[in-house]
């Protein structure tokens, strides 16, 4: 058994372009041995925002603290604290942070995507 | 995209042998098309607990409210909100409520498991 706090983990910066006023926190991953998905927390500054961009997997998220906006294509949805969210594979989405304070929220991907023939990817920040 | 807060979503008490005073609400699963991973919430009333049993998948976790302790084997590590967990497969496992208030987290698991010869088993609970 693992047991860590974000605050031992250290915040690295979201380098995606497009990605403004990120941190990330990669809480459980495939180092840790996670075989199948992966949990990682992110800190938007207030005025930020991560990229509007799609990828072929899916995300389950909860927002943590702060309020915000997510994007589904070009359409935005208030999102606060405790709201949990499922994107599915291949939709367009961003968050952005439209309060005062930290907008934080944890964000699953599957550790592998493009799997056929016996090979996968593995999906990054995992 | 799919986005529900806990309070619309149903609580069930949880029946399995072992649990006191458990309820979970399923936020992201199967019959929403999660594809490789399912989110739960469960809240534990104080004095209770979850089963003292393992499985052969894995589960990450994080605390969202309250305090308790979460037993590897027989042996259990003090817990409170914003504490993560990775609790491997095979892993004997339970979390008990030690604090006034509810002790709540949520708790991924893998939507299939026993997977082999092309087919898998859907995880309890997913």
């Keep these: 058994m693992l047991i860590r706090n974000p605050d031992e983990v250290e915040a690295k910066t979201m380098q995606m372009p497009g990605a403004e006023g990120v941190v990330m926190r990669l809480m459980v991953g495939r180092e840790d041995g996670a075989p199948n998905f992966a949990m990682r927390i992110f800190d938007v500054e207030p005025g930020g925002q991560t990229p509007h961009h799609q990828h072929n997997y899916e995300h389950e998220i909860m927002v943590l603290a702060g309020t915000g906006e997510a994007y589904s294509g070009d359409t935005p949805h208030p999102v606060s604290a405790g709201d949990v ?27 592998s995507f493009d799997c056929g023939n016996d090979t996968c990817q593995p999906t990054p920040g995992s």
């Design 85 to 111: 969210l499922f994107v599915p594979a291949n939709e367009v989405h961003q968050f952005r942070n439209t309060g005062d304070g930290t907008f934080r929220f944890m964000c699953m991907v599957p550790t």
